[in-house]
């Protein structure tokens, strides 16, 4: 199997189509199209369905670019390995959250283009949990508490949240005071996650319960505005809530720890120069002028 052809079809499913592929590669339509018959003649299962907008990728396709996608990442680490000075070349995935990152770190992802312009940026927004292994992403930055995996992960800067409701919920069902009474509480939640408080100088864990789950902080907060619980949240999610007042936090005697912003990536004895480099730059911007605090 040529790597070439390999390449070229995870260009043409990231780009959407033949002719942005081709442009991102440097070579002919009519080559990029050569390249795809040739693999799929190889593999002997169609990868693309051909539409009057570009191409989509069928089933078989879905499939077999998770995996090639990987097979492009180690060869962009192997180049590296041997050309380990000069400019950043070729291809950064990362994987960011959709609450923070268009607001917060695209301007350092922007940045990162800036200082590098021979360096390909491509940025996924989304705050459902992605699996940068079998994704094919070099990295991801991700925020608040990072469950345990075999990840390698970074600390790139502090996050600071509180836990609030609206005066509508309070008034209706009283603020929890102690942890004992926040599990009485209706949680707004992103999925099963734990929430961590502070009790004197011990983080004690809490497992929280509610009938309203959503994969964005920005969607927790309205619901949160609008009587539906309690939530934990960052400060820079809902500093406008609280100047207005339609929220107000609760279980003050009992603060949130500061969770943080992190760059994972897969697990290897040393991160790319790439992701090196983007990690670097989040701390010094971070350090100077920290948006998530």
């Known amino acids: 199997m040529d790597i070439e052809d390999v390449i070229t079809f995870v260009e043409v499913a990231d780009a959407g189509g033949v002719s942005a592929a081709a442009r991102r590669l440097g070579v002919s339509k009519s080559i990029v199209s050569r390249r795809l018959l040739r693999l799929e ?16 990728l069928t089933e078989a396709g879905i499939t077999f670019r998770n995996h090639a996608a990987i097979v492009r990442a180690e060869i962009d680490a192997a180049k590296e ?32 283009a800036r200082r ?4 390909h940026i491509h940025t996924a927004y989304s705050d ?21 995996s075999n990840l390698i992960a970074r600390r790139v800067g502090p996050i600071y949240g509180k836990l609030v409701a609206s ?34 100088d011990e983080i004690v864990t809490v497992h929280p319960r509610g009938r309203f789950k959503a994969d964005n902080g920005t969607a927790l907060a309205v619901a949160a505005a609008a ?62 002028n920290p948006p998530l605090a």
């Open 41 to 56: 003649a190889e593999l002997g299962a169609q990868l693309l369905a051909r539409t009057t907008r570009g191409a989509a």
């Open 81 to 112: 390995i041997i050309r380990p000075v000069g400019d950043l070349r070729g291809r950064l995935r990362i994987s960011v959250p959709l609450t923070f990152g268009p607001t917060h770190f695209a301007p350092i992802l922007a940045e990162m």
């Open 116 to 119: 590098h312009p021979q360096l």
């Open 227 to 288: 009587g539906l619980g309690v939530a934990w949240l960052p400060d820079c999610v809902i500093h406008e809530y609280l100047a207005s007042g339609a929220l107000v936090p609760v279980m003050t005697r009992h603060p949130p720890p500061s969770a943080g912003a992190y760059v994972v990536r897969p697990p290897g004895q040393h991160p790319s120069r790439k992701v090196q480099a983007l990690t670097e730059l989040l701390i010094e911007r971070l350090e100077e």
């Open 167 to 200: 005066p509508d919920y309070i008034k209706a069902h009283g603020a929890p005071v102690t942890l004992d009474e926040l599990i009485a509480h209706e949680a707004l939640m992103q999925g099963t996650e734990t929430w961590q408080f502070m009790d004197g």
């Open 128 to 148: 459902r949990f992605v699996d940068i292994i079998a994704e094919g992403f070099d990295c991801a930055i991700r925020v608040g508490y990072l469950p345990d």
